[in-house]
């Protein structure tokens, strides 16, 4: 059993939980994620390490709240436990040499998306952040972002906070004014990532991905994250999450995560009854 040592509610959909977890928090590395089981009932479900302290011993996650299972386990509380968590998986970001590097997060991928800009900084990498999300209310990690970049973009879809407009075409802009990107790092939702690849095209820029497509064991043994990477099929949890964003079947992706969203609803349904039960 792991325990909470500190919840934060980061906007309304999105939250923060810091977990007691010192053999993970001493081999964590950016880009690996955890497979959490909120209670003994639970499904297993993917989350990426947003942070680590590996003096305290803790693994930060941040998550939204979309299903059945992020809402059991924002039913938790600081001091409660979380009945299973396991790693580091996946393979960590490869960060190695990079010298100047723009990287893209969108929405809650925002919180994969930072710890790798912390890590390029602290490796006294030029990270030039851009962000974007749909409106100021649902707005993460600004503050830390802003003390992990050299030059930090924000974007909104409706203009209320930052710049309004897409992270595409800041990175464009930031390209057309003469920055030369070892590479380009872009996670959020599969539109974004396919678009910003499509963009980072056009310009010969390495672009690196971060998938997360349905994973259960995050062994490589279900075989239900695959995914089709340069015509040959790879699954997320051993031979990710990151990828070669040029590589990236992201048509097939999308269609693939689209299949479960019935069954993700009638989850989600069923997780808000009991736990409105349980608060009765």
Known sequence: ?????????????????VISAPL???????????????FDDSERIPLTVADYDR???????????????????NSLNQGDFVHDFVGPLGVASHLDGLKKVAVVGGG??????????????EMGCEVHSIVGFRNKDLVILEEEFAAASSKLCRMSDDGSWGEKGLVTAALENLI??????????AIGPLVMMKFVCA????YNVKTVVSMNPI?????????????????????????????DGHLVDFDEAMKR???????EAHAREASCNLLNKEVK
């Open 257 to 263: 995560g689209a299949m479960y969203k019935e069954f």
């Open 24 to 38: 993970i928090a001493k081999k964590a590395q950016p880009g690996q994620f955890i497979i959490v089981r909120p």
């Open 1 to 17: 059993m792991f325990q909470i040592v500190e919840k934060a509610v980061l906007n309304p959909t999105v939250t923060k939980l």
């Open 199 to 202: 963009v980072t095209k056009k």
């Open 176 to 185: 057309n004014e003469g920055n030369q990107y070892d590479e380009v790092i």
């Open 108 to 121: 809650v991928g925002c919180a994969i998306a930072y710890p790798i800009a912390k890590k390029l900084h």
């Open 55 to 73: 003096e305290a011993g803790t693994v930060t996650i941040i998550f939204q709240v979309v299903g059945g299972t992020t809402m059991e386990l």
């Open 215 to 243: 994973m259960i064991d995050g062994t490589g043994m279900c075989g239900g994250c695959r995914l089709t990477v340069g015509g040959k099929t790879r699954f997320a949890c051993v031979d990710g999450p990151d990828f």
